[in-house]
């Protein structure tokens, strides 16, 4: 007879009944190849980030910490890579007002910079949207009077030049700043 620990055991019934999940807490049953990044919020408790293994195809996931330890991982990114090395370092989360997350990433696998909207609610997110065909690092989010503005550096630039794009639409559209310092 097999043993399993609690922890494996719930990760194994939750895997059967509630496809995909995870099991919440301070020793996460993730495996990732990049950080796993945990962001908590007072108003809508911790999300975790992190590189996942879709079949042997490493895109990024998402998942919200609910009561019951058990959460559903929304699946960020789509066809990111078979290579099993991290492809997501750079990474911002922003709490968008009460309805959820905004989410941006470099990816090297597909030489750019992503961002997706993550529904609090439903625990949806949009489609990836390309903002740029090269990768990112140093990303961040900001937020000042209506104005959603997400700041990058390009790891083909050899010197650190700080790109900036805003949106007004709360992340629906993205339009380039040329004031690159």
Partial sequence: MIKYTKAAFLVLLATVFLQPTIVMAES???NSLCPIQIIENPQAG?????????????DLAMAPET???LVPIIRLSF???????CHF??????????????????????????????DGEAWV???????????????VFSEKNGLLTLEYHLLSESSFLKHTIISSDEGRNW???DLDQ
């Fill in 79 to 85: 066809g990111g890579s078979k290579e099993p090395v």
């Fill in 125 to 139: 997110s949009s489609l990836p949207k390309k903002l740029i065909s090269q990768t990112a690092d140093a990303i």
């Fill in 28 to 30: 996460l049953a993730v």
């Fill in 89 to 118: 370092t750079a990474l911002a989360v922003h709490k968008a007002g009460n309805w959820g997350w905004y989410v941006a990433w470099g990816s090297k696998a597909q030489q750019s910079l992503m961002v997706v909207r993550v």
């Fill in 175 to 177: 339009d380039r700043v």
């Fill in 46 to 58: 911790k999300v975790v980030i992190w590189q996942h293994n879709y079949d042997g195809m490493f």
């Fill in 67 to 69: 009561p019951s330890g």
